[in-house]
């Protein structure tokens, strides 16, 4: 079975054996926001068996009214997801990942700044021109 991925809209395709040979560089690096909702909230504390209370308290930030994972700041302009593995550089909360980190790489932003993507993820390769239409 293909491992490669490619989604209506985009110019780019995802080659998700990629991910085996990088550093989980998408979970790390600038600061960012990894937003969730209250649903994934409640998921992922179930999976870490806490209640959502400590969970909002211990993992999130709130930005307005919205909520987002907290980062762990490894070296200047060098933050890391604080669900990122430095060990196995991988999610330590895989499985209840929020949406955003399982739609990556196919954002709409993205659409239109294919090139800065392939800057950060090994696994983007562009889709030439006509290719689609054949
Ligand atoms: S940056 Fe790309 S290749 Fe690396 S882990 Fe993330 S999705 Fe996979
Ligand atoms: S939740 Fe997991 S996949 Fe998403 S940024 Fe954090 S470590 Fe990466």
């Given amino acids: 079975m293909s ?5 209506d809209g985009f110019d780019f395709t995802f080659d998700e054996l990629k991910c085996g040979e990088c ?3 998408c979970c790390i690096g ?3 926001f990894i ?5 994934e909230m409640r998921e992922i504390a179930k999976f870490l068996q806490i209640d959502l209370a400590e ?4 993992y999130l930030k709130k930005i307005n009214y919205k909520y987002s994972i907290k980062e762990r700041r490894v070296s ?4 890391e997801c604080l669900f990122f593995d430095r060990e196995i550089r991988g999610c330590t909360i895989y499985d209840v990942r929020p949406k955003q980190c399982r739609t990556y ?4 932003y993205f659409k239109n700044n294919t090139d800065e993507l392939m800057r950060e993820c090994i696994a983007i390769s562009k ?3 006509g290719k689609k239409d054949e």
């Fill in 30 to 32: 600038e600061s960012g």
């Fill in 105 to 108: 790489p196919f954002w709409e």
């Fill in 127 to 129: 889709i030439k021109k």
């Fill in 35 to 39: 937003w969730v909702n209250s649903g």
């Fill in 3 to 7: 491992t490669i991925r490619e989604k």
């Fill in 55 to 58: 969970f909002k308290e211990e």
């Fill in 76 to 79: 200047q302009d060098n933050y």
């Fill in 23 to 25: 550093d989980g560089l």
